[in-house]
């Protein structure tokens, strides 16, 4: 009876605790946010402030570096985006248009098969119009909020990205502090592995984003799509959103394809980008990426999921590294280790056969 009592007391506990990380994680989420994100970075620029460290830089001086060079890169990518965008828009009046003489065609095409005339649609699409203006204070609002906490994550995340890398030996003693009985080669290397995971499924996806840039590069230049290069790297780079990214990078070929090219050279760009993200979820991403999480697809889809629902879309980017974290902590936790289990990659079945033999 003891027994009993004890282990419900003690998943009553695991239940509350759960419940109460997940409600903190939902009220606190810009700031966690704002963390994760800076120690996502502060994993990755780690080697290359070891390597200045070692040269006899000042850590201070090796970690402004680095952080200076990544925001550097990220700076030019932007400014060659932009570049992209400045020639597109010069040509918007072509494509504006082109669109007019779709949408009269689009019009015909109803009133005569659905007997719905040309009034009737313009009417319809004015109510529409007005509903959208009544709205327009709280579509605003949202905007310049939205807008207001990427500029504030742009500031602050170099910050902590900077304190994580500097105080990284405090924060090491701290841990050492709070788990006692724990060796400190042990901690160490826990934290040595995160971060090699952390680093390892950063690079991989930067070499997954490339190799379907430049494949649907090549395809939307095969189907005739203006600015392939362009679209191509966009669909790519939005990898950074699981699943739906490609999808997102995508719309613009694929409603331009529409409006100046034919619904047949539209239908074209979505079978082919539908091809490429089949190819990248069943054999690049895997073969780039999974080595370096080890991670089953139903803990990486619950991630997703529980990531979408926790934070939004940057709950989505985070998901996966996070959930890497975790199941590098439950797997050098004696306690925990059947969760790390529970998370990694299933094992290989394995079928016996049997021989029969005849008695003589």
């Not at 009993?4 to 998943?11: E, Q, V």
């Not at 004015?126 to 310049?144: A, D, H, P, R, Y």
């Not at 170099?158 to 042990?186: A, H, I």
Request: net charge positive.
């Amino acid at each position: 009876m003891s027994n009993n009592t004890a282990y419900s007391s003690r998943l009553s506990s695991a239940l509350l605790s759960m419940a109460l990380i997940i409600a903190a994680a939902y009220v606190l989420q810009d700031l966690l946010i704002l963390l994760s994100f800076a120690l996502v970075l502060s994993l990755l620029l780690l080697p290359a402030s070891k390597l200045m460290e070692a040269k006899g830089f000042p850590r201070a001086l090796a970690i402004f570096i680095a952080i200076l060079l990544t925001f550097a890169l990220i700076s030019s990518l932007l400014f060659v985006a932009g570049m992209q965008i400045m020639e597109f828009s010069s040509e918007l009046p072509l494509f504006a248009k082109k669109a007019e003489k779709w949408i009269s065609s689009l019009q015909s095409f109803i009133s005569a098969n659905f007997n719905i005339s040309r009034r009737k649609q313009m009417l319809e699409l004015s109510n529409e119009l007005m509903s959208l203006m009544k709205n327009s204070g709280v579509i605003i609002s949202t905007t310049f909020s939205t807008a207001l906490h990427a500029i504030t994550a742009l500031i602050l995340v170099p910050v902590f990205t900077f304190f994580f890398l500097f105080y990284r030996d405090f924060f090491e003693s701290f841990l050492q502090k709070v788990f006692p009985k724990t060796e400190g080669q042990v901690l160490t290397k826990v934290m040595e592995k995160t971060g090699s995971v952390i680093q390892g499924y950063l690079v991989g996806l930067l070499v997954v984003m490339l190799i379907v840039g430049v494949l649907n590069s090549i395809g939307f230049w095969w189907i005739g799509v203006e600015y392939p290069v362009f679209f191509g790297f966009l669909t790519g780079i939005l990898l950074l959103i699981p699943y739906i990214g490609i999808w997102m990078g995508a719309l613009l070929p694929i409603l331009l394809s529409l409006v100046t090219l034919s619904p047949s050279h539209a239908l074209a760009v979505v079978a082919w980008v539908a091809a490429a993200q089949f190819i990248e979820a069943n054999f690049i991403t895997p073969l780039v990426v999974g080595s370096k999480v080890s991670m089953n697809p139903m803990v990486a889809m619950l991630a997703l999921l529980c990531g979408e629902l926790l934070w939004g879309i940057p709950g989505l980017i985070l998901a996966l590294p996070l959930t890497a974290v975790m199941k590098v902590i439950f797997d050098s936790i004696p306690n925990l280790e059947p969760y790390g289990f529970l998370l990694g990659e299933a094992p290989a079945r394995t079928t016996k056969s049997t021989k029969e033999t005849k008695a003589p």
